[in-house]
């Protein structure tokens, strides 16, 4: 019986491609966190705040990642 590779090289091709436009990763620079409040932004006006919307899941995984970083750095709460 064949074993499924959740890994496949499309996997990684498809990830690499699309954090180059969004930051789906832990967020280490006030670039990638400034880059994924516009691009969250841009998401929710898309319809990602319904959460039957198909981009739901990217709201909700990019929101994670900006939670964590403001988290990290409070100082950024208190500027804006």
């Known amino acids: 019986m064949e074993t499924l590779n959740p890994v496949s090289s499309d996997v ?3 990830y690499t491609a699309l954090c180059e ?3 789906l990763y832990p ?3 006030e670039q990638d966190y400034n ?3 516009a691009i969250l932004n841009a998401l929710l006006d898309a319809g990602g705040a319904n959460e039957n919307h198909p ?3 990217l709201v909700e995984a990019l929101g994670i990642f900006i939670g964590d970083y ?3 750095h409070p100082f950024l709460q ?3």
Request: glycine share 4%; aromatic share 0%.
């Open 78 to 80: 208190q500027t804006e």
């Open 35 to 37: 880059k994924a409040i």
């Open 12 to 14: 990684l091709n498809h």
């Open 27 to 29: 967020l280490h620079t």
């Open 55 to 57: 981009l739901a899941g």
């Open 70 to 72: 403001e988290n990290h």
């Open 21 to 23: 436009s969004i930051p």
